[in-house]
């Protein structure tokens, strides 16, 4: 999960995310980071997410588990 | 579906572009974001410069201009040709057929087939099929594929997702017989249970334009937009083209019996530069044999995208010699088609602007 948020606050452009931070709240958080992100998941872990599901898990823990969940 | 052509090939290719050309830089302030975000976006998805057209100019009139100039320079006469195939989502009117407006204008003969084709992304692949078909008619020498869309006149201003990328253009392709038997294949897929994605929700008959359909409403994201506006729901799209193009392009090598270190170049459709980055990555294709530049230099014109970087691209060569080239239109419908085929010898192929 540590690498996982890391990748999050890379992509956020934020120094630090917490495991239970609400990402989504972020200004930072607009359509072409969660596009970035749908990017991010898929090439890094196989992990296949639709912007919504991003949105709706909404923390990097939660998150992290969808994407075990998903991992191909 | 499948498809295979043979004795068919494109024989000279004319674009035409706005001359009126506008930055993104310029218009950021219109859109509710911290304009660091947008520089962000301008350096991520390529947007640059676009061409637009000034006014209430329609797709008639770039075309028009198009096929003067091309009778002016001698490199088509005016009775070459038989049918004429116009793909546009931007039509003069919605009745007469644009593509009957041109005939007219022009004072083209009446033995002529004017068709209209309601196509966008895909256009210039639904286009090639549909004009490869009308060549086993032998009354038909040559078939003129005009692809045209004023789609900016749709778009609202103040809309982040869709105003930065959008482009106007138009490009005329010319489709003959050829006396080589290098076979085309191509393939062409359709869903319509997604054409919510990308669509202009009002206008038609099932939601005609109103005061009410005018209205700017603000979206999720801070967009402002109305019904009488193009919408595009940029990540469903995005994960559509990810999704269903790869397995496309393997099905079309497939066919050929080829594979894809074999093909030269790959023109596929420019919605933008990070989409077409992200697909060449999971094909495995470089960089350099996907040419990306287009939505950065005139923007996404819809059908006219791949003619455009054909001739921004590969000019030089496809004049000298063929180009054994991967083509790939996706996107409003959905649609999504590709093509295998030689590009050249051309007899032309030349970009001009439209004053």
Redesign the interface.
């Known amino acids: 999960m540590k690498e996982l948020l890391a990748e999050l606050a890379d992509i956020l452009e934020v120094e630090e995310l917490k495991p239970d931070t609400n990402f989504t709240d972020l200004p930072e958080c607009d359509s072409l980071s969660l596009l970035s992100i749908i990017v991010a998941m898929d090439s890094r872990y196989g992990a296949r997410l639709t912007a919504s599901e991003i949105k709706q898990a909404g923390t990097g823990r939660l998150l992290h588990e969808l994407v075990e969940r998903r991992k191909k | 579906m499948k498809f295979v052509f043979s004795h068919r090939k494109v024989s000279g290719l004319l674009t035409i572009l706005p001359a009126h050309e506008r930055d993104f830089v310029d218009e950021m302030s219109n859109f509710n974001?911290?304009l660091a975000?947008s520089l962000?976006?301008k350096q991520?998805?390529g947007y640059d410069k676009h061409r637009l057209v000034d006014g209430l100019v329609c797709v008639s009139d770039l075309v028009v201009f198009g096929l003067e100039y091309l009778f002016k320079q001698g490199w088509l006469g005016r009775d070459d040709f038989d049918a004429l195939v116009l793909v546009t989502q931007s039509p003069d009117h919605f009745m007469p057929p644009t593509s009957n407006i041109i005939q007219g204008r022009l004072g083209l003969k009446r033995d002529l087939l004017c068709l209209d084709i309601n196509q966008g992304c895909a256009g210039f692949m639904v286009g090639l099929i549909q004009g490869f078909l009308l060549l086993d008619q032998p009354s038909i020498r040559k078939v003129l594929l005009i692809n045209a869309d004023v789609l900016s006149r749709k778009v609202s201003l103040r809309d982040r997702?869709s105003y930065p990328l959008i482009g106007d253009a138009a490009s005329i392709t010319v489709l003959e017989r050829s006396a080589e038997d290098a076979p085309i294949y191509a393939n062409l897929k359709t869903d319509g249970t997604r054409c919510e994605a990308l669509m202009i929700p009002a206008g038609g008959f099932r939601l005609p334009s109103s005061p009410e359909t005018a209205v700017l409403e603000e979206d999720s994201?801070g967009n402002f937009r109305s019904k009488d506006h193009l919408r595009m729901d940029?990540?469903?799209v995005?994960?559509f083209v990810?999704?269903e193009v790869p397995p496309m392009i393997e099905e079309v090598l497939q066919m050929a019996g080829t594979k894809m270190e074999c093909v030269d170049t790959f023109i596929f459709h420019q919605p933008n530069c990070?989409m077409l980055q992200?697909l060449a990555?999971r094909m495995k294709v470089p960089y350099d044999k996907m040419p990306s530049n287009i939505v950065e230099n005139f923007g996404n014109s819809s059908g006219v995208t791949i003619p455009l970087a054909i001739a921004f691209n590969l000019k030089d060569r496809i004049l000298a010699g063929d180009v054994k080239a991967c083509l790939s239109g996706f996107g409003v419908g959905l649609t999504w088609s590709s093509a295998l085929m030689n590009l050249g010898p051309l007899n032309f192929c030349e970009m001009i602007n439209y004053q």
């Open positions: 974001f911290p975000r962000k976006l991520v998805m997702n994201e940029g990540s469903a995005f994960n990810q999704v990070f992200k990555d």
